[in-house]
């Protein structure tokens, strides 16, 4: 079992930043990647970043290259989405995942956090 909760959510105007964090706890031993997936109302949920939990290696939707960044802290059992640049178009809730069933990196978590919402004013 792996748990994770979400904070940093927030209005913000456009142009502005937010840092997501997610805390991560149980056994991550077992995790090969952290992702991060956002769902806009009436929208169905999608990728946005993702990175490899042993190695860092960050992976990311075309739509937000160059304006975020993922990262993380093994030590601290903590994943991140520094969000730069911000549009209303970035406007959702967005959702921290764990995957341990698969070493893919856009494969569907096996757990989620209840997510945070970001609200982007224009």
């Known amino acids: 079992q792996v748990q994770l909760v979400e904070s940093g959510g927030g209005l913000v105007q456009a142009g502005g930043s937010l840092r997501l964090s997610c805390a991560v706890s149980g056994h991550t031993y077992n995790i090969y990647n952290m992702g991060w997936f956002r769902q806009a109302p009436g929208k169905e949920r999608e990728f946005v970043a993702a990175i490899t939990w042993g190695g860092g290696v960050p992976y990311y939707v075309d739509s937000v290259k160059g304006r975020f960044t993922i990262s993380r802290d093994n030590a601290k059992n903590a994943v991140y989405l520094q969000m730069n640049s911000l549009k209303p178009e970035d406007t959702a809730v967005y959702y921290c995942?764990?995957?341990?069933?698969?070493?893919?990196?856009?494969?569907?978590?096996?757990?989620w956090g209840h997510g945070t919402q970001v609200t982007i004013s224009s």
């Open positions: 995942g764990a995957i341990v069933t698969s070493p893919l990196v856009r494969t569907r978590p096996d757990y």
